[in-house]
């Protein structure tokens, strides 16, 4: 293994993932509102400050996160398969 991303793993991280349907886009909603009530919180019991700015920038890269890999599930198990699928022909 070179260290590099596979071309698959490269498509699916830049590639826009369309919220299949109204349970994937409920998912997002429930995350961010969770995520935005432990904003307000965080800023509710610490002062203003640089760790209080960290906080919240972290909190919003966990929401990212979490939104890229419901988005990307799919694309991944998809290339899964298709990589197992090959390897399956060929061993």
Partial sequence: MSGQPARSEIEIRFTYHQPPDARTV??????????????????????????????????????????????RAPAVYRSLKQFMERTDEEG
């Fill in 26 to 71: 409920k998912k997002y909603e429930v995350l961010r509102a969770h995520a935005r009530a432990f904003a307000d919180l965080i800023v509710a019991s610490c002062p203003e400050s640089r760790e209080q700015s960290l906080a919240i920038t972290k909190l919003e890269e966990c929401v990212m996160w979490a939104n890229a890999g419901i988005a």
